[in-house]
């Protein structure tokens, strides 16, 4: 089964190719970094603008870099939500013409599932349910219980800023320009985790959930202190990704005492940090856990981790043609 992936819910307008929910066939991801940085955030409206501009090209090329004719194609996925409302209505509306015209299945998908579901692409051997995802994402950070492809519990999730957010925001008080995540894990790396002592949140004993805005608070409280002005900036920022690693590595720890989980899934944009990756991979080999990791080009947003949720998730994401509308508030489960 060939399905089309279309994904536009924040400013990556994406497409993809993947064959039976794994094999990815082409992923095309165009970058609209370039037009946000100098607002130091991503701004809504030249975000659909530039999804209206580039999502025929980047069907097309998706297409070609597979070989592949709209008459292969065996239905069209696409992001219904959450996500920014008028990025999320580009590609809503493109997968509704694209399945009206060539009379294919529309699988409407969460963006969110999507995530959870790059980490079966391009593997022969697909994570083993029941499994325990963290999803970490510059709008989202929660814990999930996988006991199947749609059957979803989310056991935890932070109620402020999410995992990405607190890059994002604490890469910008050191001077990173947005998006900081990736350029402060690389900072880190020449850094002292320990120089400085950042505050780790902890929830209540029977509480999965997490939280970063006391880390991003604190940081900013020191850079300003007479002690933050000529502290070295990778020991800063390696001192708080050691905060942000030990707090999701705590509440993974929790998670996974509550219950028979057979592998573990690391997903979403902050899923390509190192140090976490590298934290993940020491956890699980000390309990005896697979640990799957998607490519970092499936972690962060892209297309195919949508026609891969599609494929898996089949019945529950066919979606009307007609009647489908984008949802940026798109409940979990
Ligand atoms: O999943 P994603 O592409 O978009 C959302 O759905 O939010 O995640 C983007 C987030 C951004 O906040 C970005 O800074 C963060 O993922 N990110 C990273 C790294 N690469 C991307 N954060 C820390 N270390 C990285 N290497
Ligand atoms: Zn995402």
């Given at each position: 089964m060939l399905l089309l992936g279309i994904e536009t819910s924040c400013d990556d307008t994406a497409t993809a190719l993947v064959r039976?929910?794994?094999?990815?066939l082409a992923s095309v991801s165009t970058n609209q970094d370039a037009f946000h940085a100098r607002y130091g955030g991503i701004v809504p409206e030249i975000a659909s603008r530039q999804h209206v501009a580039l999502l025929s090209a980047a069907v097309e090329d998706a297409l070609g870099r597979a070989g592949a004719g709209f008459d292969a194609v065996d239905g069209i996925a696409v992001t219904r939500g959450p996500g920014l409302i008028g990025s999320l209505v580009v590609g809503v509306a493109a997968a509704k013409a694209l399945a009206f015209a060539l009379n294919k299945p529309l699988f409407a998908v969460n963006h969110l599932h999507g995530h959870i579901f790059a980490?079966?692409?391009?593997?022969?051997d697909p994570p083993p349910y029941p499994f325990l995802a963290l999803l970490v994402s510059g709008g989202h950070s929660q814990l999930v219980a996988v006991e199947s492809a749609t059957a979803m519990r989310v056991l935890g999730r932070t109620h402020d800023d999410a995992a990405g957010e607190a890059y994002d925001k604490t890469a910008r008080l050191l001077g990173i320009p947005y998006p900081g995540g990736p350029q402060l894990d690389r900072l880190a790396q020449r850094g002292n985790p320990r120089a400085y002592a950042f505050p780790r949140h902890r929830p209540g004993a029977d509480s999965l959930d997490l939280s970063f805005s006391g880390l991003k608070t604190s940081v900013r409280y020191f850079l300003e202190s007479e002690a933050g002005r000529d502290a070295p900036p990778e020991d800063v920022a390696a001192s708080f990704q050691a905060a942000v690693v030990d707090v999701l590595m705590a509440r993974l720890q929790a998670a996974f005492e509550r219950g028979g989980y057979e592998a573990v899934v690391l997903s979403g944009g902050?899923?390509?940090n190192s140090a976490l990756q590298n934290a993940l991979r020491r956890w699980a080999e000390c309990n005896g856990v697979t640990a799957f990791v998607p490519a970092p080009k499936y972690c962060t947003d892209n297309a195919a981790m949508i026609a891969a949720a599609a494929f898996y998730q089949r019945d529950a994401a066919r979606a009307d043609p007609l009647t489908l509308s984008a949802d940026p508030n798109l409940a979990f489960s």
């Open positions: 039976d929910g794994r094999d990815v980490a079966f692409l391009d593997r022969d902050v899923a390509a």
